[in-house]
Every structure is written in C-alpha cells, then in structure tokens.
C-alpha cells in the first residue's frame, strides 16, 4: 500500500503565498508522475500542475507564473508553491502519484486552502 499525507493549505489574503507538501510512503519501487489537484464543490477535479522524475512539467493555463511544482525523489515528496494567491484559487487540493507497481494510482485525503479577497 502507498499512503500520502498532505500538509500546508489554510486560509490565506489575496496576493500572499501558500508552501503544500505531500509525502508518499509505503511499498514504493519507483514514482512516476506527482502531482497536485483541486476541486470545489460541484465541479470536476481539475489539474493544478504534474512533474516526472525527470523534473519534466506542466501547469494549468490559470496557474502558470504563479505556481511552481517541485518533488524530492530521496523523500518521495512533492511539493506545491503558490504565490499571487487569487480568490478563484480557493479549492480542495489533492496530491496524485502514479507508481510502477499496481494499483499505480493514488491519491492524498486533500487540503484546504482558502483565499479571503
């Protein structure tokens, strides 16, 4: 089993920073792709930003220039940098890792983050 923790949202002004980290943990070979959704209630789960192992990544139209994706391959963690917080960006975010071994899948219990304006 893979277990991801999630730390780092909360409630935060218009234009200030958020840091979300996520730690993957359990029986790990090899991890893919990282990265980091969010959703509000009714609507779908819309990709914020993915990074490989490589380093190779890619952001949502809304959060280029804001965000930053990074990852810790020796500490299997990604992490998820916003800055220029607008009200819009206030959702539930998930992290996602995509392993070697099935299920390959998984997903973290979701943190808050909330942008008063």
């Known amino acids: 089993q893979v277990q991801l923790v999630e730390s780092g949202g909360g409630l935060v002004q218009a234009g200030g920073s958020l840091r979300l980290s996520c730690a993957a943990s359990?029986?790990?070979?090899?991890?893919?792709?990282m990265g980091w959704y969010r959703q509000v209630p009714g609507k779908q789960r819309e990709l914020v930003a993915t990074?490989?192992?490589?380093?190779?990544?890619a952001y949502a139209d809304s959060v280029k220039g804001r965000f930053t994706i990074s990852r810790d391959n020796a500490k299997n963690t990604v992490f998820l940098q916003m800055n220029s917080l607008k009200p819009e960006d206030t959702a539930v975010y998930y992290c996602?890792?995509?392993?070697?071994?099935?299920?390959?899948?998984?997903w973290g219990q979701g943190t808050q983050v909330t942008v008063s304006s």
């Open positions: 996602k890792v995509v392993v070697s071994t099935a299920p390959s899948v998984h």
């Open positions: 359990g029986r790990i070979f090899s991890i893919y792709v």
């Open positions: 990074i490989t192992t490589a380093g190779n990544t």
